[in-house]
């Protein structure tokens, strides 16, 4: 193990801390540890510990100084010295002799504000040829002792430099350099001739860091070994996956093949991702499977409500509407056949074993009409279900005559119409609006003391709000028609009626308080509508 020294300078006072790193077989050093430069700060001591001056008799740190001056020679180059700043440009084989100590420690109180540099050195200055300087934040000072060889085969932008100066003793000098310990890594990878050895244990990010520097050095042979290893490893969560993907795409006019690493997140499949959709889909809507279904299909409608809010998925999830609206007319189409068979006479007789397979294929099919229709809610695309919905009359007429433990998810999805049309969340025609109440209010109704014992995601109020919002979105010569039918069933009933209160106040006092469309009343139409200007 060959050692590097890192010095820390405070006003005249130095100490020197030796850390072991790894080296070739060249003798030359080869990807250091990242707590080389971890460590090498927290060596500075806190500065709100102060600590009392020590005679200059009895300072250990000057004694050390003092034998280790003695014993160098003064002609041996130093495997590792302690350099100052204003000796960059000096040749590495001159003796370097660290400071000597003051007599009198200078208080701690006067060096609060005084910046504290490291400087580190790497490598052999008496079997090198050329010093590359980082000049890094945080006060680092890296000098690397390399060879023009080395740096010219493996990175075109130090073959540029050293072709445009070439004095005595080249020194390269990188100013402002934003990441120090990676570039030190990058260098040294120059050195090595398996890069995956020394990539397989490093983590992504890291390995991001190194391919963009390796991208600034030209260091070509480096970044495709980063890229191979990108390709192999796992990328764990999106914003990873994010970091990985637009490094890569910046390397695309590097000449080099990015190609395998994009084709994780990117396809050139020529079959359409409709196709495919509409495969998932038909995978959902045929399950049978209660667990595996549920999941999917609350995975399914989160991912297809992400894409809502991306500016690109207009033309996404928008043009799957006809593979969806399919797939409602043939579910509609299935619920009427297993309603038709239901109803038969000779239905009620078969046994439970017969009866048992039918009444689970209408509560699937029933599930998967609400379902679709949670799908084009979302996406303000559930005008055409409605319309489809409110045509059912045969299958309405049917409803009374099948038990109702298996009809209520039917009235589940009428339900959900009545809600999305009381939140603005669908805009179906007056036709359509005034035909669905006259098609599947009363099944509702009659389902309704069901809903609420029997179902736990009913929600009364909401539901009875909703369909409060849609009468009161019709003319009120059929909000009358409408209301008065329920005001029958609600004096029957009670509680197992939906509660419309509010919205007959709303038709009492448009028809017998607030007649504005009479046109005996136009002047108290214009008050309302005209505020009032008070003088003061």
């Known amino acids: ?72 020679p003064a002609s041996a180059a130093p495997k590792a010295g302690i350099i100052s700043d204003d ?29 504290r540099k490291v400087s580190i050195e790497f490598g052999e200055p008496g079997t090198s040829d050329l010093r590359v300087i980082l000049l890094g ?56 001739k398996e890069f995956k050895q020394r990539l397989i244990k490093q983590s992504v990010s890291r390995v991001l860091r190194i391919i963009k520097v390796a991208e600034q050095l030209g260091f070509k042979s480096c970044m495709q070994s980063c890229l191979e290893y990108l390709e192999a490893v796992p990328w764990v969560g999106e914003e990873e996956e994010e970091k990985v993907v637009s490094s890569v795409l910046r390397l695309q006019s590097e000449g080099i093949g990015v190609t395998p690493v994009l084709k994780r997140v990117s396809s050139d499949i020529s079959k359409p991702h409709k196709d495919t959709f509409s495969h998932i889909l038909e995978l959902v809507l045929k399950s049978n499977e209660e667990r595996g279904r549920r999941e999917m299909k609350s995975i ?8 809502n809010s991306l500016p690109s998925s207009s033309n996404s999830v928008d043009s799957y509407y006809e593979i969806i609206y399919g797939s409602c007319t043939s579910c509609l189409n299935s619920v009427l056949s297993l309603f038709k068979q239901a109803a038969e006479p000779e239905f009620s007789n078969n046994s439970s074993d017969c009866r048992e397979p039918v009444v689970k294929q209408m509560v699937l099919e029933a599930d998967n009409l609400s379902w679709m229709l949670e799908i084009l809610t979302d996406r303000q695309a559930a005008d055409e279900f409605a319309v489809m919905w409110a045509s059912q009359q045969e299958l309405a007429s049917l409803h009374t005559k099948l038990p109702i433990v298996s009809r209520h998810h039917v009235s589940c999805i009428t339900a959900r119409l009545f809600v999305g049309i009381g939140r603005g969340e669908l805009l179906p025609s007056k036709d359509t609006r005034n035909l669905l109440l006259q098609t599947w209010l009363q099944p509702l109704i009659n389902d309704y003391s069901w809903l609420q014992h029997g179902c736990r995601s009913f929600d009364r109020k909401v539901v009875e709000e909703g369909i409060g919002r849609t009468i009161l979105t019709l003319p009120l ?60």
């Open 87 to 115: 000796k960059r440009g000096v040749s590495s084989d001159t003796p370097v002799v660290s400071a000597s100590v003051p007599a009198e420690r200078t208080p701690r109180s006067k060096v609060e504000n005084v910046p």
């Open 1 to 72: 193990m060959a050692e590097i020294r890192v010095r820390k300078v405070e006003q005249g006072q130095t100490k020197i801390r030796n850390v072991p790193i790894a080296v070739t077989p060249e003798g030359f050093w080869c990807c250091p540890s990242p707590n080389v430069f971890q460590k090498s700060l927290k060596t500075q001591n806190p500065l709100n510990k102060p600590k009392s001056p020590v005679p200059p008799s009895q300072n250990p740190v000057h004694k050390k100084q003092t034998s280790v001056t003695e014993k160098r």
């Open 137 to 192: 934040k945080q006060g680092f000072t890296v000098k690397l002792n390399v060879h023009k060889n080395i740096l010219v085969e493996n990175s075109s932008y130090f073959a540029n430099k050293i072709s445009e100066q070439q004095p005595v003793f080249p020194c390269i000098e990188i100013d402002d350099c934003e990441d120090v310990e990676i570039y030190v890594e990058t260098v040294g990878l120059m050195y090595c």
């Open 300 to 307: 399914v409608l989160k991912l297809l409500r992400e894409n």
């Open 477 to 536: 010569e059929e909000q009358q028609s409408i209301l008065l039918s329920w005001l029958g069933s609600f004096l029957k009933s009670g509680d197992n009626c939906p509660n419309l209160q509010r919205a007959f106040e709303v038709w009492w006092r448009r028809t017998f308080v607030r007649p504005y469309a009479e046109s005996g009343n136009t002047r108290q139409l214009d008050h309302l509508v005209t505020p009032k200007v008070t003088e003061h």
